[in-house]
């Protein structure tokens, strides 16, 4: 039997977050993207986010020097209905962000969080 009838894999339940500071992150990601926690972990330094869809958001704190290369890393994409509000409310807070990109089929930004890790919002164009 295939692994596609198993129904073994069944989507994404979080994406790992790597962090310096557990405290401030969990703090920005509040604050600066509105989400809410729905379960910490002290001893193991992580906290799960609510990130209003599917998939949550893990911050794990690591000890480790953060790299993140836009070119080679992997990075999650937050879906938005209204990326230049967004984008302008980033702004606002402080946060590091790219320029707005557009194409005929979405228009999206690239933004880090205060460990520079990359982070990107997107809006499907109709």
């Known amino acids: 039997m295939d692994i596609k009838d198993k129904n ?4 994404i339940d979080t994406v790992i977050v ?3 500071d557990l405290e401030q992150s969990m703090a920005w990601y509040q604050d600066k993207l509105g989400f809410t926690t729905v379960w910490s972990d002290q001893q193991m330094k992580l ?8 998939v949550s958001i ?5 000890d480790q ?13 937050f879906k938005t209905p ?19 990109i ?3 089929y979405v228009a999206y930004f690239v933004f880090y969080d205060p460990d520079g890790n ?3 919002a997107c809006q499907a164009l109709n």
Request: glycine fraction near 6%.
């Open 8 to 11: 073994l894999v069944q989507g």
């Open 82 to 100: 209204d990326v230049n509000s967004l984008y302008e409310h980033m702004k606002s807070q402080g946060v590091v962000v790219e320029p707005i």
């Open 102 to 104: 557009r194409d005929e």
């Open 58 to 62: 893990t911050l794990w704190q690591t």
């Open 65 to 77: 020097k953060i790299e993140s290369h836009k070119d080679t890393a992997s990075f999650p994409i």
């Open 118 to 120: 990359i982070l990107e």
């Open 18 to 20: 790597r962090v310096n």
């Open 47 to 54: 906290v799960i986010l609510d990130t209003r869809g599917a």
